[in-house]
């Protein structure tokens, strides 16, 4: 090639190395001039929700871990092998290379392993770390109450400390003492089998209410707080053993288990064996606990409790056959139990509910008023469940039984002046119940029957014995309260002529005590002639406008020792005067003589409904300012 020839291939040759240069910087030009850093506007919430995400709520660690394991250069190891990854945080943090903080994201991370890998050794440690993250050994090394850190530490330990303590089959929590596996040892726990005693009973088959459903309830409520939410079934202390506490045998039991460690950072990094003490305490007992310098709420969830009493005692299934008559009766032969043992300094307030019915409907009122904490405090719940076809004076005389019997068992046990101060609340025809045991009737429902005394009828003792008791009604001594909701004080139009009356007539069956009585009171010519009655009554007939018992019970007032309270349903743009409920009309509900009366825009069955149980609410507190038991300690 000639000199010429070369010189032109070399212009070429370095034309195109430029062209080639200029076109490789233009192709790069975009890239160089992008911001390798910025920030630009985004929603509050999209934000929010990357700042706040943590293990619990979004499945992932939380920024602040992610920032520790950037930080300490274990990103790639977390990825690759995250138990060798938590074993070098655990050996710094020991050595004292991490902060006091990086004992939450020790917590979170070893969480976030137990939930892929299954581990419950992990579980334990997460709940050990975030426990000394929260409550470390000095009150002034506390994490400042402002950072969320410290509220995800609680969740952490609380679900964490859950995990736990999980059966072998993981359906649910087994509290004992042993010797736990840690990633890192071996942690001794000890536990006083006595914490498992309520009463006359012991706590069993606890189940995670974070990990229950519940279905039914208007509001599910949750008491933030330390500790692992549980709820416990109850049996006898001994095979076999009375119970006498009230209680029904299906009622389960909102506790909180707490696994105390003292000194739990100087525990973590001493290499000695480490030690916790675990404890249970019924929500029944105690709201709160103590964890070294600080009093703590305990985390709790009464509706897990309350629903599974209502799936295991399935009232529902039984009711209509209560109210044909064919009793149901429970384990203890008592229709009448309670949520909870009796405490001293503790009101009493017993619910009633109405026809065809079943004791769960008051479930939702009673959910609300525990959520209130001085209701929670001073008062305790009970329930009477009774066969709503009968006879409504044998109903209620059923119902005063069971008060009486109740307020002297409870009497028994404690000297305990709250029970003297009893409310009880009634539901349409458990309202009427409900009067029954606030009205002085004299001989007004005996003269339905007979113009003659009852001492003269002829009557066999026993039958003498038992209309005395139904018709010869006085206020029981120790209630003082009264709430009527929705009761037909002067029948219902329902109850009237129709095929329900004629259909009930046919299939309602009778107390065999009271066909005895009832045949040999029928039997009698003077009843016959001045009531003009061939059979015994129904509830449905005694509620019929124009019977002659609700004629006299509508004219006897509650007692002025008494206090009375009414709340009325008014459904539609009718006036007072022709409105009601779709059951019971106002003005058969209204009466006078009574404290407040409250009415809702709402059809009969109305006992969950806001206005109603807020109007309950407020009677209890009500009740607590003037016609309390005073200051007496909760025991």
């Not at 790069?28 to 850093?37: E, M, R």
């Not at 404290?595 to 709402?602: D, K, N, Q, T």
Request: aromatic share 8%; proline share 6%.
């Amino acid at each position: 090639m000639s000199g010429s020839d070369k010189l032109q291939g070399s212009r070429e040759l370095g034309a195109a190395l430029v062209r080639g240069g200029v076109l490789l910087m233009l192709g790069l030009a975009p890239a160089a001039c992008s911001a390798p850093f910025g920030a630009r506007q985004a929603s509050p919430e999209a934000v929010r929700r990357e700042l706040t995400a943590n293990v619990l709520s979004s499945g992932e660690p939380s920024r602040f871990s992610e920032i520790l394991l950037h930080r300490q250069n274990l990103n790639d190891l977390f990825d690759d092998d995250r138990e060798a990854a938590l074993r070098v945080l655990h050996e710094r943090f020991c050595a004292g290379e991490l902060a006091d903080d990086g004992l939450f994201s020790l917590s979170e991370l070893s969480f976030y392993h137990a939930g892929r890998a299954g581990s419950q050794r992990h579980y334990l440690a997460a709940a050990l770390y975030a426990y000394a993250y929260a409550f470390p050994d000095q009150e002034d090394l506390a994490p400042d109450r402002f950072d969320p850190r410290l509220r995800y530490s609680v969740e952490l330990y609380n679900r964490a400390l859950t995990e736990a303590l999980k059966s072998a089959e993981g359906t649910g929590v087994v509290l004992a003492e042993g010797t736990f596996p840690l990633p890192f040892g071996e942690m001794e726990v000890s536990f006083d089998a006595e914490q498992l005693r309520w009463g006359d009973r012991r706590l069993v088959d606890f189940v995670s209410a974070t990990e229950t459903e519940v279905t039914g309830f208007e509001n599910r409520y949750r008491s933030p707080g330390v500790g692992a939410a549980l709820a416990a079934a109850t049996e006898p202390t001994e095979p076999d053993g009375a119970i006498a506490d009230l209680v029904g045998r299906e009622v389960h039991v909102p506790v909180t288990a707490l696994l105390k460690v003292p000194h739990p950072r100087r525990q973590l990094t001493s290499g000695e064996a480490l030690s916790g003490r675990l404890e249970l305490h019924a929500a029944s007992l105690a709201s709160t606990a103590e964890i070294g310098a600080w009093t703590v709420p305990l985390e709790r969830e009464p509706t897990v409790a309350l629903g599974l009493t209502v799936t295991e005692a399935r009232p529902w299934v039984n009711q209509f056959s209560r109210f044909l008559g064919h009793v149901v009766q429970s384990d203890t032969g008592s229709d009448f139990a309670g949520y909870e043992a009796h405490r001293k300094g503790r009101i009493p307030v017993v619910f009633v509910h109405g026809t065809a019915s079943n004791p769960s409907v008051w479930f939702n009122m009673m959910n609300d008023l525990d959520s209130d904490p001085v209701i929670r405090e001073r008062f305790e719940f009970y329930l009477f469940w009774y066969d709503s076809g009968q006879p409504i004076l044998y109903s209620g005389m059923q119902l005063r039984r069971s008060l009486t019997e109740a307020w002297r068992v409870l009497h028994d046990e404690l000297d305990d002046s709250c029970l003297d101060r009893m409310v009880v609340i009634g539901h349409s025809q458990g309202g009427l119940l409900v009067k029954l045991t606030a009205i002085d009737s004299g001989d007004r429902f005996w003269r339905n029957l007979s113009d003659g005394s009852l001492e003269d009828s002829g009557l066999s003792a026993e039958t003498q014995a038992l209309i005395e008791e139904m018709m010869f009604v006085e206020p029981l001594p120790f209630v003082r309260r009264v709430v009527f909701i929705a009761t037909p004080h002067r029948g219902s139009y329902l109850a009237g002529p129709s095929i329900v009356r004629r259909l009930a007539e046919r299939l309602i069956s009778t107390p065999a005590s009271l066909v005895r009585s009832g045949g040999e009171l029928l039997g009698m010519d003077k009843v016959r002639q001045l009531a003009g009655i061939e059979r015994l009554p129904t509830s449905i007939d005694n509620m019929s406008p124009g019977h002659p018992f609700i004629a006299a019970i509508a004219g006897i007032p509650v007692v002025p020792e008494i206090t009375a309270h009414s709340i009325v349903g008014v459904v539609g743009e009718d006036p007072l005067e022709s409105g009601g409920d779709g059951v019971v009309k106002y003005t058969s509900a209204h009466i006078d003589g009574v404290e407040s009366e409250l009415i809702v825009p709402y059809p009969h069955s109305m006992q969950a409904k806001p206005e109603v149980v807020q109007e309950v609410q407020r009677i209890l507190h009500h009740h607590l300012e003037v016609d309390s038991c005073g200051s007496a300690a909760i025991e």
